[in-house]
Every structure is written in structure tokens, then in C-alpha cells.
């Protein structure tokens, strides 16, 4: 499976955007690139996902790189209710399986 | 509507001990996933199921481990022998599509085991 590596942890200010970066160097053309959360005591959830062209969705927007070797996730207007583990996964579609990495902690203060 | 729900929430079991753990996926979802999750790790795929047949058992740690689907709907994981290191967050997920990159899978709130 193609690997993505991401920052350990981020902070950011309620009600400012937040920018969650994902390097996935290996990326093969017909990878997915999916953001799942999840919050304190709670199983994953579906944030966003897409293939070569940005979307839009009412949790998030992701922009894609242009070579697909990066993606960002990005939260318009962070809450305190958006504090997670934000997960940044690679699926073949063929696989189905996901494969979590470790994550990025993001902590949102006052 | 109902999301994927599992129970027990929590079991605590004495090593050596038979577990099953047992998941309710959303209706109509055709696939069912299996993950297990330690502490301050990312979920581990276990199993995938599409339908009532085994379609990726890759990630099952050994034969001790074992999970069944037989009408399609509702699974059961079952743990034999339990031991100290199964201690962990058993989730399930469940996916209307899984043969396309539109896969979104929908998590239940997950079982936590400790085996003391």
C-alpha cells in the first residue's frame, strides 16, 4: 500500500482555518485519497475524499496537488468541536481495506 | 437512520477466555469491515466481508482469531484464547460500494476488550 506521511500534531485558533498537509510521494494513478476523523472515544468518520481535482463538501475542502504527491485538508473555520485525529488514507478501491497511519492531532483552542 | 452499531460496548475477559464480539451494520451495506485499534494507534484492518463470504481475511493476527457473517448482515468476531495483548478497541465499519474509490465506510463506536 502507498504510504502518506503527515505531521504529528497541529494547533489552530477557534473560528480560523486550518490547513492539515499530507505528503503521499508513491501515490499510484488510480489511488483515492480519503480523509477519515476521529474524535475522543468515538470510531472513524468520513470526512472527504477525491481523486485528481479538489472538492468541496459542508465538513472540509481538500485540494490536490497538482502532481497528486500532496493533498491538504482544509477546515474552513475550526471549532472546538473539530479537535481529532485526522487521517490521511490512500485506497486503490480495488482494496477497500484502509490503511491508518498515525494521524495528525489537531488541537483547537479559545 | 440507524448507524452501524456494536455490542458490548465494553467486555472484560480473563486471559484464556472465548470473546465474541458482534456487529450491526448500516442496512443495505453489502460490506463489513473489521479494525482493531491500540492506544494512540491508528485502526488495523482485520477483515473484510463482502456479503456472507470472507473476501480479504489478510490482517486476522492468527488462527485465534476468526469472524463470521452467515446472512449477510450482522457479523460476530470471535477471539479464542484470549491473551493480555488483544487488549484493544475492536471497531466495525460498513460500505454501500466498495469496488470504487467511493468508498465511504461508516464506523460503529467500537467494542473496547481488556483481557486482564
Known amino acids: 500500500d502507498a504510504k502518506t506521511t503527515q505531521p504529528n500534531s497541529m494547533e489552530s485558533n477557534e473560528e480560523e482555518p486550518v490547513h492539515l498537509p499530507c505528503n503521499h510521494s508513491t501515490i499510484s494513478g488510480t489511488d483515492y485519497i480519503h480523509w477519515y476523523r476521529q474524535l475522543p472515544s468515538q470510531g472513524p468518520e468520513y470526512v472527504i475524499h477525491g481523486l485528481t481535482s479538489n472538492v468541496n463538501n459542508r465538513m472540509a475542502s481538500l485540494a490536490i496537488a497538482e502532481d497528486r504527491k500532496s493533498s491538504t485538508l482544509i477546515l474552513h473555520r475550526a471549532t472546538l468541536r473539530d479537535a481529532a485525529v485526522y487521517y490521511c488514507i490512500l485506497e486503490t478501491g480495488t482494496a477497500s481495506k484502509l490503511t491508518f497511519g498515525t494521524g495528525t492531532r489537531l488541537q483547537v483552542t479559545l | 437512520g440507524a448507524g452501524v452499531s456494536q455490542t458490548p460496548s465494553n467486555k472484560v475477559t480473563e486471559k484464556g477466555k472465548y470473546v465474541e464480539l458482534r456487529c450491526d451494520p448500516i442496512?443495505?451495506?453489502?460490506?463489513l469491515y473489521w479494525y482493531r485499534q491500540s492506544l494512540g494507534q491508528g485502526p488495523e484492518f482485520l477483515i473484510y466481508f463482502q456479503g456472507t463470504g470472507a473476501a480479504d481475511d489478510s490482517g486476522l493476527p492468527n488462527d485465534r482469531f476468526f469472524a463470521v457473517r452467515p446472512e449477510g448482515s450482522v457479523s460476530t468476531l470471535k477471539i479464542q484464547r484470549t491473551e493480555r495483548g488483544d487488549s484493544a478497541v475492536y471497531l466495525c465499519?460498513?460500505?454501500?460500494?466498495?469496488?470504487?474509490?467511493?468508498?465511504?465506510?461508516?464506523f460503529g463506536p467500537g467494542t473496547r476488550l481488556t483481557v486482564l
Open positions: 465499519a460498513s460500505s454501500l460500494n466498495p469496488f470504487t474509490g467511493n468508498n465511504e465506510q461508516f
Open positions: 442496512s443495505g451495506h453489502t460490506a
